[in-house]
T-cell receptor, first 112, second 113 residues
Framework: EAQVTQNPRYLITVTGKKLTVTCSQN?????MSWYRQDPGLGLRQIYY???????DKGDVPEGYKVSRKEKRNFPLILESPSPNQTSLYFC???????????FGEGSRLTVL | GEDVEQSLFLSVREGDSSVINCTYT??????LYWYKQEPGAGLQLLTY?????DMKQDQRLTVLLNKKDKHLSLRIADTQTGDSAIYFC?????????????FGAGTRLAVHP
């Protein structure tokens, strides 16, 4: 089954404690991206990747890091989380020739 | 800059038609999209329209595009309770290719008996 898998789905952490949200896709897509969803703001792109070892900033990259060492994986790293990073995070992948993004189920992060 | 706006909430009676509206700013967008988000799930592509089209129909869904006014709408005929969800309008600005969709804030559709 074609899917994008994110982990963890839910996480409560404290300010400053590094965390990683993993994302994996099994569709051999070249493009992967991370979005955060906040009430009234919709989805905003954090980072995206066009291929292995190729990443670029989206609209709200501050406080986040990403890496793309393998085609299927695109982890999101919060080196020192802060309360304003409390949000619902989505990983997505696409082939790049259309705007049909395939989304994971989301990771709800709370930073205390 | 690029921006997509849509109303936040719509309530309709089961069996009626729903119309969700959206305005966008980037006239270079090649495609415009409607995504659906059901509770506790990620977004799924519902339908899309190419920028040189005025209308696209797909079963109960009708998408209308007014390029002059940069206005996009999604009509759902015979709305059912299973249509209750958040609907996101999105554009793909030329500058970003298909990797940077700009999403609206989402319209929450509530269908009541």
């Amino acid at each position: 089954e074609a899917q994008v898998t994110q982990n963890p789905r839910y996480l409560i952490t404290v300010t400053g404690k590094k965390l990683t949200v993993t994302c994996s896709q099994n569709m051999n897509h070249e493009y992967m991206s991370w979005y955060r969803q906040d009430p009234g703001l919709g989805l905003r792109q954090i980072y995206y990747s066009m291929n292995v070892e190729v990443t670029d900033k989206g609209d709200v990259p501050e406080g986040y890091k990403v890496s793309r060492k393998e085609k299927r994986n695109f982890p999101l790293i919060l080196e020192s989380p802060s309360p304003n990073q409390t949000s619902l995070y989505f990983c997505a992948s696409n082939q790049g020739d259309t705007g049909e993004l395939f989304f994971g189920e989301g990771s709800r992060l709370t930073v205390l | 800059g690029e921006d997509v706006e849509q109303s936040l909430f719509l309530s309709v009676r089961e069996g009626d038609s729903s119309v969700i509206n959206c305005t966008y700013t980037d006239s270079s967008s090649t495609y415009l999209y409607w995504y659906k988000q059901e509770p506790g799930a990620g977004l799924q592509l519902l339908t899309y329209i190419f920028s040189n089209m005025d209308m696209k129909q797909d079963q109960r869904l009708t998408v209308l595009l007014n390029k002059k006014d940069k206005h996009l709408s999604l009509r759902i005929a015979d709305t059912q309770t299973g249509d209750s969800a958040i609907y996101f309008c999105a554009e793909s600005p030329f500058s970003g290719g298909y990797n940077k969709l700009i999403f609206g804030a989402g319209t929450r559709l509530a269908v009541h008996p």
